[in-house]
């Protein structure tokens, strides 16, 4: 199984609400990833997860908030979001190993914040 | 940080012809390099990888190449489809760090 998971496809959300995107892999990798990409924009890093322990934040707003429960699970957890935070919000995992290795992507979540 | 970037916002290709996609990065210190493939309403979906050891790999109709000592990485694709048609992205690691510098993006359109 080389998938990535990712629920719900598509979020709409007010910007007074609570909601939390999922996302799956049974690929056995230790690294999992969110990242958020805007219309014609390279995806760009938010949290890195290693071994279930947060080990990169990109200074992202506190309104977002990661959470990994296991392994094989990231969550990231939305409040009080803005406009602005309207996007496709994608996860990725990876081993970890020395050299670095491709990140497997899923289809990603597009939220929209009205 | 330093940034990784392509030289073409858009590349129209005919079909059965060759594309080559260009990226220059800055950082002399990456020592992992992966091409992505990003089609309308999907995640970005890996092609091929190369490492710095290395100046060109091959896969199927994809071959990548690396110039170090300009710091050129280029993606080649023979006889172009139409499945072809979509953003590719190319990105960089240092030192294994979990950490991937995307490119901004280049745009191939296959003209049947």
């Known amino acids: 199984d080389t998938e990535v998971t990712q629920t719900p496809k598509h979020l709409v959300m007010g910007m007074t609400n609570k909601k939390s995107l999922k996302c799956e892999q049974h690929m056995g990798h230790r690294a999992m990833y969110w990242y958020k990409q805007k219309a014609k924009k390279p995806p760009e890093l938010m949290f890195v997860?290693?071994?279930?322990?947060?080990?990169i934040n990109e200074s992202v707003p506190s309104r977002f908030s990661p959470e990994c429960p296991n392994s094989s699970l990231l969550n990231l957890h939305l409040h009080a979001l803005q406009p602005e935070d309207s996007a496709l919000y994608l996860c990725?995992?990876?081993?970890?190993?020395?050299?670095?290795?491709?990140?497997?992507f899923g289809p990603g979540t597009r939220l929209t914040v009205t | 940080g330093e940034s990784v970037g392509l030289h073409l916002p858009t590349l129209s290709v005919q079909e059965g012809d060759n594309s080559i996609i260009n990226c220059a990065y800055s950082?002399?210190?990456?020592?992992?390099f992966i091409w992505y493939k990003q089609e309308s309403g999907k995640g970005p979906q890996f092609i091929i990888d190369i490492r710095s050891n290395m100046d060109k790999r091959q896969g199927q109709r994809v071959t990548v190449l690396l110039n170090k000592t300009v710091k050129h990485l280029s993606l080649q694709i023979a006889a172009t489809q139409p499945g072809d048609s979509a953003v590719y992205f190319c990105a960089e690691n240092m030192n294994g760090n979990n950490r991937l510098a995307f490119g901004k993006g280049n745009q191939v359109v296959v003209i049947p």
């Open positions: 990725a995992s990876s081993p970890i190993r020395d050299g670095g290795y491709e990140q497997y």
């Open positions: 997860y290693s071994y279930e322990k947060l080990s």
């Open positions: 950082n002399s210190a990456s020592d992992y």
